[in-house]
């Protein structure tokens, strides 16, 4: 099957992946760029759960302090090697990520350190389960599974503070 070069470069856009695998994807999907970008989703799941052991001793600390510097944040998100620490997506992931915990108030991390007799619902206090401010449709998990299958390292993010002016 032909694939036009337009229809693998807006599935490249839309998920980030290598030009051969949007383009196998394409074949598998018969031309469909919503079922391979599904498929491409699914993989880079697939991916990203295989490098979920590895070490991930590099990073960046991301601040953030929104306008009016009222409200800041700050979070420690690492990676396996500096030189993914240093790349634009890895830096725009961790900027995401502190504007995330400034905007919707986060208690814990994940829900494994959510108590049990917390009343609350794991997707409002727990970092990684919210959603996405800018994509309701994502969680911040999603968001970093994203990344880590276009990186191909590990990705991880250790821990964040919220301030709040007066609070």
């Known amino acids: 099957m032909q694939i036009p070069a337009e229809t693998v470069k807006e599935l490249r856009e839309?998920?980030?992946?290598?030009?051969?695998?949007?383009?196998?994807?394409?074949?598998?999907?018969?031309?469909?760029?919503?079922?391979?970008?599904?498929?491409?989703?699914?993989?880079?799941?697939?991916k990203a759960a295989k490098k979920a052991e590895?070490?991930?001793?590099?990073?960046?600390?991301?601040?953030?302090?929104?306008?009016g510097g009222r409200v800041g944040a700050l979070v420690e998100l690492n990676c396996e090697t500096d030189f993914v620490a240093r790349t634009d997506e890895f830096k725009?992931?961790?900027?995401?990520?502190?504007?995330q915990v400034a905007a919707m108030c986060p208690?814990?991390?994940?829900?494994?350190?959510?108590?049990?007799?917390?009343?609350?619902?794991?997707?409002?206090v727990c970092l990684l389960s919210q959603a996405y401010i800018?994509?309701?449709?994502?969680?911040?998990?999603?968001?970093?599974?994203e990344v880590i299958a276009r990186t191909g390292e590990n990705i991880r993010l250790k821990r964040f503070a919220r301030f709040e002016l007066g609070g």
Do not use: W
């Open 92 to 99: 725009k992931l961790a900027h995401e990520v502190a504007m």
């Open 14 to 46: 839309k998920c980030g992946a290598g030009v051969m695998d949007c383009r196998n994807a394409l074949i598998e999907a018969e031309g469909n760029v919503d079922k391979a970008f599904e498929a491409l989703q699914a993989k880079g799941f697939q």
């Open 107 to 124: 208690i814990y991390l994940s829900e494994a350190e959510r108590p049990e007799d917390c009343e609350e619902d794991a997707a409002s």
């Open 54 to 67: 590895r070490v991930t001793g590099q990073g960046v600390i991301e601040a953030y302090v929104h306008t």
């Open 134 to 145: 800018k994509d309701p449709s994502k969680s911040i998990n999603d968001l970093i599974t």
